[in-house]
């Protein structure tokens, strides 16, 4: 593989974003097998941002490689830890709720170890592979069991009593109504052109 790499690059931009503020490094990553041509096509990236010059070559291309983890934790964090499915006008909730999926991933990677294989009916390739990799999928399924295995650290809810709930004759305050955005129609070519 050979990393190549040009800074201080400069592209042309728009009216709207001037191009010209912004300089980057460019990248060309090329793989090539022992007879020395190339397998693929050759990748091109580019770092942009006023610490780019503190990175190496290495440490972009790697940092690239880590957008395909973080593709398939999205993926799994949305259809199977309910990422997406919590609603709420609050930023502050909805930060909390994130942050939760994010800590309920990190316990199915630190349990991974304990995991056990639990194949359904239709997957016979997982009964007879001794060498399967735990996926965080697997690792979900047997999660009760692992629970109950450890045990938990956490005390029994103990109760406090009743709730007076809220006082007589309270009314909350709205929430604050927004304009709804429209997307506007094109004009037509009609008024475009020149007399």
């Known amino acids: 593989m050979t990393i190549s790499g040009w800074k ?19 990248l060309q990553i090329v793989v090539r097998a022992q007879e020395r041509n190339s397998i693929w096509k050759p990748m091109w990236l580019i770092v942009i941002g006023s610490r780019r010059d503190e990175l190496s070559l290495v440490d972009c291309y790697q940092c690239y490689r880590q957008r395909y983890d973080m593709e398939h934790l999205f993926r799994f964090g949305k259809q199977r830890l309910l990422m997406t499915s919590y609603l709420t006008p609050d930023v502050h909730h909805e930060e909390n709720w994130f942050k939760l999926t ?77 304009d709804v955005i429209k997307k506007g129609s094109k004009k037509s070519t009609e008024n475009l052109k020149a007399p």
Do not use: C
């Not at 201080?8 to 460019?26: D, E, W």
């Not at 630190?110 to 990799?133: C, F, G, H, M």
């Open 8 to 26: 201080q690059m400069l592209m042309r931009g728009t009216k709207n974003y001037k191009m010209n503020n912004h300089p980057f490094t460019l």
């Open 102 to 178: 994010l800590l309920s991933y990190v316990n199915l990677w630190a349990a991974r170890k304990l995991a056990v294989v639990l194949p359904r009916d239709w997957e016979q390739y997982l009964k007879t592979n001794k060498s399967i990799k735990i996926t965080p999928s697997l690792v979900q399924r047997d999660f009760s069991r692992i629970i109950t295995t450890l045990g938990t650290f956490a005390k029994f809810p103990k109760r406090r009593g009743f709730s007076s709930g809220r006082i007589k004759g309270y009314k909350k305050a709205p929430r604050t109504r927004h």
